[in-house]
C-alpha cells in the first residue's frame, strides 16, 4: 500500500514586521491558556498544533516560516 500524502502551499505577505509577528504567536500559542492551539515559536518558523489532549495520530499541525522583506513579511 502507497502513502498519499497532500501538502499544501501557500505564500502571504503582512504588513507586520517578523519581531511582531513572532510576539502575536507567541502570545497566542505559548502563553494564552485558554488558546484552541498550541504551538513552537522560534526565530523564522513555528509549528501550530492540536492540543495533546485532543490530538490523535491523523491530527494535522502546520508549519509556518517567515522572513521579512521590504519592511513587511512573507510568510510561508
Not at 490530538?55 to 512573507?74: A, V
Request: charged share 30%; net charge positive; aromatic share 8%.
Amino acid at each position: 500500500m502507497s502513502s498519499f500524502r497532500i501538502r499544501p502551499r501557500f505564500k502571504i505577505e503582512v504588513n507586520t514586521s517578523e519581531n511582531k509577528l513572532i510576539d502575536l504567536l507567541k502570545s497566542e500559542l505559548v502563553e494564552k491558556e485558554s488558546s484552541k492551539c498550541v504551538g513552537l515559536v522560534t526565530e523564522n518558523y513555528s509549528v501550530i498544533k492540536i492540543p495533546a489532549q485532543e490530538r490523535h495520530f491523523w491530527s494535522p499541525q502546520l508549519t509556518l516560516s517567515y522572513q521579512e522583506k521590504d519592511g513587511k513579511t512573507e510568510i510561508i
